[in-house]
């Protein structure tokens, strides 16, 4: 058989792949030392990844600004209903606080007029009393 050499000179002729047509890839060639340039890879990531951190970081800040501006806006919108509603829940306390001497007062209104209608009941008509007074009694010891 008769074989014809259709390749530049200098190349060889590369034999054909027993895998059946699988991909290679050529084989990455770096000038310089491969220290060096996985060190710049290296470099290279850490780089991305302070950029990505710094993105991350002023995006949350840029939404916490926000929150305290809206904050700060609704605080200085409320301020009036603020001092408004503390104005009221003092005026409801004083109330609340005449309420009480009101009630105390009114639990012994009735004690008195009670007592001297009892006493006229009791006492034998057309008899004029000059004092009448509240003794307290104490109570008799218990035997020991």
Excluded at 25 to 51: F, S
Excluded at 55 to 62: G, I, P, Q
Excluded at 118 to 124: F, L, S, Y
């Amino acid at each position: 058989m008769i074989e014809i050499n259709l390749l530049p000179t200098g190349e060889k002729r590369r034999p054909a792949s027993r895998a059946g047509g699988a991909l290679r890839v050529p084989a990455l060639k770096v000038p310089g030392d491969p220290y060096m340039v996985g060190l710049g890879g290296v470099g290279l990531l850490l780089l991305l990844g302070l950029g990505f951190a710094y993105w991350t970081v002023d995006t949350r800040m840029a939404e916490a600004r926000a929150r305290l501006d809206k904050a700060v806006d609704d605080s200085t919108r409320f301020a009036s209903t603020i001092q408004l509603v503390e104005t009221l829940k003092a005026r409801q306390d004083t109330i609340q606080r005449k309420i009480d001497v009101i009630r105390s007062v009114d639990e012994q209104r009735y004690v008195w007029p009670h007592v001297m209608d009892e006493i006229a009941r009791a006492v034998p008509p057309y008899t004029w009393l000059t004092k009448v007074a509240a003794v307290e009694e104490k109570a008799p010891a218990a035997p020991a």
